[in-house]
């Protein structure tokens, strides 16, 4: 009976009081003692006033169900069909929605209802990569920066190759401590690509040396992020890296002249498709040939094979047999040795490789410069065998 006058009564009222009668309705359905008969009612015309041309009557009952476990589910998908504003509401809350739902949701391609999707309490991995898959750029901000969002590796690698030119993006994804080595490496070279392009479109510098700037700078940091890696976090970063073509020989070159070898056998390994046992056996083989075979084999120049013996026989030299890897910067010592050893076979003042030694040379003299100095400001007496020696600063 009571069902019957609120539906004689809605035909004639004004859309603001059919807001709030129906926002009454619906708590009563969701909190009140109905019978059978009345509670089926109340459903029929909850299902009713999803016709009503006022978004606000819509809107109030979605306010009303969407967080409860008691809705109609039958109201629910209705109301999900509505316009963005009111089904981003049920897709934002409701306990209802299976996962396929939600993914069908994001596949929608409603950017609100994404983002709605994106800031349910718990994301689950299928959501997630979905919203990573086909989500609007806020969807994925949300979910990368949602510690309860379950972000399969695959689609955090999806969301860096959509979105990671966006500085918002990278500082989140930055912030998770799930995020894998090959991740982490691949925002480097994004941001460095962003950075070069800024520099080059304010013609600050030519675009031919940003880019060059802007590639050695991801080395460096390459080498760095895996001198960070755990032993089993190597291998697919290395891999990652060949097969984004960045595994290039300036790169090998580097990690073996920072002393980080591990990283050196792994790349070799990669590049010839040897296990790591056997490329570490030829890398050592000293007495033999095994190690021009190795460097043959992973395709690397010619033309550099000789700046890669002088370093290996520098980090021999330094005792370095007891330190794999783990190092992020250029060792100035094995950098200087190399250069030295090389000058006199480059092709002259041309020549791209001594051009290369020279750039490490320099930045290997700025790294053990900054360290020195923060030792003095920090009042350490004893400097590591490894620091630059400033005599005229150390007698001062």
């Known amino acids: 009976m009571i069902v019957r006058h609120f539906l004689r009564w809605i035909q004639t009222a004004a859309a603001g009081d059919r807001a709030d009668a129906t926002s009454a309705l619906a708590r009563a359905y969701l909190h009140s003692e109905l019978t059978g008969n009345d509670r089926a009612a109340v459903e029929a015309a909850m299902i009713m006033l999803m016709d009503d041309p006022s978004p606000l009557v819509r809107r109030a009952l979605a306010d009303a169900l969407a967080t409860s476990e008691e809705a109609p589910h039958t109201v629910v998908v209705g109301l999900l069909q509505d316009q963005p504003e009111i089904a981003a509401i049920i897709a934002r809350h409701s306990p209802l929605l299976f996962d396929a739902e939600l993914v069908d949701l994001v596949g929608g391609g409603e950017p609100q209802v994404q983002y709605a999707v994106s800031r349910r309490d718990h994301v689950p991995a299928p959501v997630a990569a979905a919203i990573a898959e086909v989500g609007c750029i806020e969807a994925c ?29 990278r500082e989140a994804l930055f912030a998770r401590a799930d995020l894998s080595p090959g991740a982490r490496q ?12 800024f520099v ?17 700078a991801s080395d460096k940091a390459t080498v760095a992020i895996a001198a960070a890696c755990r032993s ?13 073509g960045q595994l290039s020989t300036g790169l090998v070159l580097r990690a073996l002249l920072s002393g980080n070898v591990r990283l050196f056998e792994e790349s070799l390994a990669e590049l010839a498709g040897l296990s790591l046992r056997q490329a570490s056996g030829l890398v050592h083989d000293r007495r033999g040939a095994g190690f021009r075979a190795l460097y043959d084999r992973a395709g690397l120049p010619a033309s550099t094979w000789q700046a890669f013996r002088a370093a290996l026989d520098a980090w021999h030299e330094d005792g370095g047999s007891a330190q794999r890897g783990g190092h992020p910067q250029l060792r100035r010592r094995m950098v200087e040795r190399v250069l030295t050893a090389y000058a006199p076979l480059a092709d002259g003042d041309l020549d791209q490789l001594l051009a290369q030694l020279r750039r490490f040379a320099a930045e290997a003299a700025r790294d053990e410069a900054r360290a020195f100095t923060r030792d003095l400001i920090a009042g350490n007496e004893a400097l590591d065998d490894d620091a630059v020696d400033f005599p005229m600063v150390a007698a001062a």
């Open 186 to 197: 691949a925002l480097v070279v994004k941001l460095s690509s962003a950075l070069s392009a």
């Open 232 to 244: 089993d976090g190597l291998s697919p970063l290395v891999r990652h890296l060949r097969q984004s």
């Open 141 to 169: 901000l949300a979910v990368v920066a949602l510690d309860t969002a379950d972000v399969p590796a695959f689609s955090i690698d999806r969301i860096i190759e959509r979105f990671g030119e966006d500085p918002d993006i």
């Open 200 to 216: 080059a479109g304010r013609a600050w510098l030519p675009e031919d040396r940003a880019n060059r700037i802007a590639r050695e």
